[in-house]
Protein backbone atom coordinates (compact mmCIF):
# COMPACT_ATOMS: atom_id res chain seq x y z
CA UNK A 1 0.00 0.00 0.00
CA UNK A 2 1.14 3.59 0.43
CA UNK A 3 3.93 3.93 2.28
CA UNK A 4 4.67 8.15 1.13
CA UNK A 5 3.03 10.87 3.23
CA UNK A 6 3.06 14.02 0.87
CA UNK A 7 1.66 16.91 2.76
CA UNK A 8 0.08 19.36 1.88
CA UNK A 9 -2.33 18.02 -0.26
CA UNK A 10 -2.82 21.22 -1.63
CA UNK A 11 -2.29 24.78 -1.63
CA UNK A 12 -3.37 28.01 -3.01
CA UNK A 13 -0.61 30.73 -2.98
CA UNK A 14 -0.10 34.29 -4.94
CA UNK A 15 1.84 34.42 -7.95
CA UNK A 16 5.74 35.46 -6.31
CA UNK A 17 5.41 33.47 -3.12
CA UNK A 18 7.50 30.84 -1.86
CA UNK A 19 6.00 27.01 -2.03
CA UNK A 20 7.22 24.50 0.13
CA UNK A 21 5.98 20.48 0.17
CA UNK A 22 6.99 17.64 1.36
CA UNK A 23 7.29 13.34 1.58
CA UNK A 24 7.91 11.44 4.28
CA UNK A 25 7.48 7.83 5.17
CA UNK A 26 8.56 5.28 8.17
CA UNK A 27 10.56 3.01 5.62
CA UNK A 28 14.13 3.96 4.37
CA UNK A 29 13.90 4.87 0.88
CA UNK A 30 17.19 4.72 -1.83
CA UNK A 31 16.27 7.42 -4.29
CA UNK A 32 13.64 10.36 -4.11
CA UNK A 33 12.46 12.05 -6.99
CA UNK A 34 10.13 15.08 -8.06
CA UNK A 35 7.55 14.97 -10.61
CA UNK A 36 5.36 17.56 -11.89
CA UNK A 37 2.01 16.71 -13.66
CA UNK A 38 0.08 19.20 -15.58
CA UNK A 39 -3.44 18.55 -16.80
CA UNK A 40 -3.80 15.91 -19.47
CA UNK A 41 -0.73 14.92 -19.30
CA UNK A 42 1.98 12.16 -18.03
CA UNK A 43 4.15 13.46 -14.84
CA UNK A 44 7.39 14.73 -15.62
CA UNK A 45 10.44 14.75 -13.75
CA UNK A 46 11.71 17.85 -11.79
CA UNK A 47 14.66 16.81 -9.93
CA UNK A 48 16.32 13.11 -8.80
CA UNK A 49 17.81 12.54 -5.53
CA UNK A 50 20.11 10.04 -5.26
CA UNK A 51 22.18 10.50 -1.68
CA UNK A 52 20.91 11.14 1.45
CA UNK A 53 21.77 14.67 2.39
CA UNK A 54 21.80 15.35 -1.27
CA UNK A 55 20.23 19.03 -2.60
CA UNK A 56 19.83 19.80 -5.72
CA UNK A 57 18.53 22.64 -8.01
CA UNK A 58 16.81 23.02 -11.23
CA UNK A 59 16.15 26.75 -11.88
CA UNK A 60 13.79 28.34 -9.02
CA UNK A 61 13.64 24.28 -7.97
CA UNK A 62 14.93 23.14 -4.86
CA UNK A 63 15.21 19.56 -3.49
CA UNK A 64 16.76 18.03 -0.79
CA UNK A 65 17.04 13.67 0.20
CA UNK A 66 16.87 13.69 4.47
CA UNK A 67 19.47 12.46 6.37
CA UNK A 68 17.19 9.50 7.42
CA UNK A 69 16.57 8.62 4.31
CA UNK A 70 12.99 8.75 5.17
CA UNK A 71 12.37 11.75 3.98
CA UNK A 72 12.53 14.84 1.19
CA UNK A 73 11.39 18.23 0.39
CA UNK A 74 10.40 20.15 -2.43
CA UNK A 75 10.85 23.70 -2.71
CA UNK A 76 9.64 26.17 -5.22
CA UNK A 77 10.75 30.21 -4.71
CA UNK A 78 9.14 32.98 -6.83
CA UNK A 79 5.87 31.37 -7.85
CA UNK A 80 4.77 32.03 -11.43
CA UNK A 81 0.86 31.16 -12.97
CA UNK A 82 2.94 28.27 -14.84
CA UNK A 83 3.82 26.68 -11.90
CA UNK A 84 0.73 25.34 -11.04
CA UNK A 85 0.17 21.46 -11.43
CA UNK A 86 0.38 18.23 -9.19
CA UNK A 87 2.97 17.43 -7.73
CA UNK A 88 4.35 14.34 -6.51
CA UNK A 89 6.77 12.56 -4.82
CA UNK A 90 8.37 9.60 -5.47
CA UNK A 91 10.85 6.92 -4.32
CA UNK A 92 12.21 3.84 -4.65
CA UNK A 93 12.54 1.42 -1.46
CA UNK A 94 16.00 0.47 0.12
CA UNK A 95 15.88 -3.78 -1.03
CA UNK A 96 13.12 -3.08 -3.60
CA UNK A 97 12.83 -2.52 -7.07
CA UNK A 98 9.08 -0.96 -7.73
CA UNK A 99 8.73 2.81 -7.28
CA UNK A 100 5.91 4.34 -5.12
CA UNK A 101 4.08 7.92 -5.38
CA UNK A 102 2.95 9.90 -2.96
CA UNK A 103 -0.66 11.35 -3.39
CA UNK A 104 0.45 14.34 -4.65
CA UNK A 105 0.07 17.91 -3.78
CA UNK A 106 -2.01 20.29 -5.91
CA UNK A 107 -0.41 23.78 -6.52
CA UNK A 108 -3.02 26.68 -7.13
CA UNK A 109 -1.18 30.34 -8.09
CA UNK A 110 -3.25 33.31 -8.26
CA UNK A 111 -2.21 35.89 -10.45
CA UNK B 1 11.34 12.80 -30.65
CA UNK B 2 11.64 10.09 -27.98
CA UNK B 3 8.47 9.38 -26.30
CA UNK B 4 6.67 6.77 -24.88
CA UNK B 5 3.36 6.53 -26.53
CA UNK B 6 0.09 4.63 -25.38
CA UNK B 7 -3.68 3.57 -26.98
CA UNK B 8 -5.68 4.28 -26.62
CA UNK B 9 -6.22 7.68 -24.67
CA UNK B 10 -9.69 7.03 -24.25
CA UNK B 11 -11.77 3.96 -23.67
CA UNK B 12 -14.85 2.87 -22.38
CA UNK B 13 -16.12 -0.63 -22.01
CA UNK B 14 -18.21 -3.33 -20.35
CA UNK B 15 -17.74 -5.44 -17.53
CA UNK B 16 -15.86 -8.43 -18.76
CA UNK B 17 -14.78 -7.46 -21.97
CA UNK B 18 -11.14 -8.36 -22.30
CA UNK B 19 -8.69 -5.18 -23.01
CA UNK B 20 -5.40 -4.37 -24.12
CA UNK B 21 -4.00 -1.12 -23.70
CA UNK B 22 -0.82 -1.01 -25.37
CA UNK B 23 2.53 1.23 -24.42
CA UNK B 24 5.40 1.84 -27.12
CA UNK B 25 9.02 4.01 -26.48
CA UNK B 26 11.73 4.52 -28.75
CA UNK B 27 14.12 5.06 -26.92
CA UNK B 28 15.90 1.62 -26.13
CA UNK B 29 15.22 1.75 -22.93
CA UNK B 30 15.36 -1.59 -20.34
CA UNK B 31 13.07 -0.35 -17.61
CA UNK B 32 9.09 -0.68 -18.17
CA UNK B 33 6.08 -0.27 -16.05
CA UNK B 34 2.64 0.74 -15.75
CA UNK B 35 0.69 3.17 -13.41
CA UNK B 36 -3.11 4.01 -11.92
CA UNK B 37 -3.77 7.12 -11.00
CA UNK B 38 -6.93 7.32 -8.84
CA UNK B 39 -7.82 10.87 -7.09
CA UNK B 40 -6.22 10.91 -3.44
CA UNK B 41 -3.94 8.21 -3.99
CA UNK B 42 -1.61 9.74 -6.35
CA UNK B 43 0.17 6.70 -8.78
CA UNK B 44 0.68 3.47 -7.69
CA UNK B 45 2.34 0.65 -9.69
CA UNK B 46 0.57 -2.01 -11.11
CA UNK B 47 3.44 -4.21 -12.78
CA UNK B 48 7.25 -3.15 -14.11
CA UNK B 49 9.27 -4.71 -16.65
CA UNK B 50 13.46 -5.16 -15.87
CA UNK B 51 13.92 -6.29 -19.39
CA UNK B 52 12.47 -8.03 -21.81
CA UNK B 53 10.53 -11.55 -20.85
CA UNK B 54 11.00 -10.18 -17.06
CA UNK B 55 8.10 -9.02 -15.49
CA UNK B 56 7.28 -8.34 -11.66
CA UNK B 57 3.96 -7.03 -9.94
CA UNK B 58 4.09 -3.62 -8.39
CA UNK B 59 1.73 -2.60 -5.86
CA UNK B 60 -1.76 -3.09 -7.17
CA UNK B 61 -1.66 -6.22 -9.65
CA UNK B 62 -4.39 -7.88 -9.01
CA UNK B 63 -6.87 -8.24 -12.29
CA UNK B 64 -4.20 -6.84 -14.78
CA UNK B 65 -1.63 -9.14 -16.66
CA UNK B 66 1.48 -7.92 -18.85
CA UNK B 67 4.38 -9.19 -21.41
CA UNK B 68 7.52 -8.22 -22.62
CA UNK B 69 8.25 -10.01 -25.60
CA UNK B 70 10.47 -6.84 -27.22
CA UNK B 71 12.21 -4.16 -25.68
CA UNK B 72 9.81 -0.90 -26.87
CA UNK B 73 6.48 -3.00 -25.90
CA UNK B 74 5.01 -3.50 -23.27
CA UNK B 75 0.94 -3.94 -22.78
CA UNK B 76 -1.03 -3.94 -20.37
CA UNK B 77 -4.34 -6.79 -20.13
CA UNK B 78 -7.43 -6.72 -18.40
CA UNK B 79 -8.92 -10.33 -19.18
CA UNK B 80 -12.21 -9.40 -17.03
CA UNK B 81 -12.52 -5.60 -16.36
CA UNK B 82 -14.40 -4.67 -13.77
CA UNK B 83 -16.02 -1.28 -12.78
CA UNK B 84 -13.14 -0.73 -9.88
CA UNK B 85 -10.41 -0.58 -12.50
CA UNK B 86 -12.42 2.64 -13.74
CA UNK B 87 -9.32 5.02 -13.58
CA UNK B 88 -6.31 6.34 -15.60
CA UNK B 89 -3.05 4.66 -16.66
CA UNK B 90 0.16 5.45 -17.15
CA UNK B 91 2.98 3.65 -18.90
CA UNK B 92 6.30 4.78 -17.90
CA UNK B 93 10.16 4.06 -18.76
CA UNK B 94 13.65 4.48 -17.99
CA UNK B 95 17.11 3.60 -19.37
CA UNK B 96 18.05 1.10 -16.59
CA UNK B 97 16.34 -0.70 -13.97
CA UNK B 98 18.47 1.52 -11.71
CA UNK B 99 17.83 4.73 -13.28
CA UNK B 100 14.45 5.74 -11.58
CA UNK B 101 14.19 8.65 -13.79
CA UNK B 102 11.31 7.60 -15.32
CA UNK B 103 9.35 9.05 -18.62
CA UNK B 104 6.02 8.72 -18.81
CA UNK B 105 3.12 8.39 -21.55
CA UNK B 106 0.17 10.66 -21.84
CA UNK B 107 -1.81 8.33 -20.08
CA UNK B 108 -5.33 6.57 -20.84
CA UNK B 109 -8.62 7.21 -19.41
CA UNK B 110 -10.29 3.81 -19.05
CA UNK B 111 -14.29 3.78 -17.90
CA UNK B 112 -15.77 0.80 -17.37
CA UNK B 113 -19.40 0.05 -17.01
Known amino acids: GQQLNQSPQSMFIQEGEDVSMNCTSSSIFNTWLWYKQDPGEGPVLLIA?????ELTSNGRLTAQFGITRKDSFLNISASIPSDVGIYFCAGQLEGANDMRFGAGTRLTVKP | EAQVTQNPRYLITVTGKKLTVTCSQN?????MSWYRQDPGLGLRQIYY???????DKGDVPEGYKVSRKEKRNFPLILESPSPNQTSLYFC????????????FGPGTRLTVT
Open chain 2, 92 to 103: ASSLFPSSYEQY
Open chain 2, 49 to 55: SMNVEVT
Open chain 1, 49 to 53: LYKAG
Open chain 2, 27 to 31: MNHEY
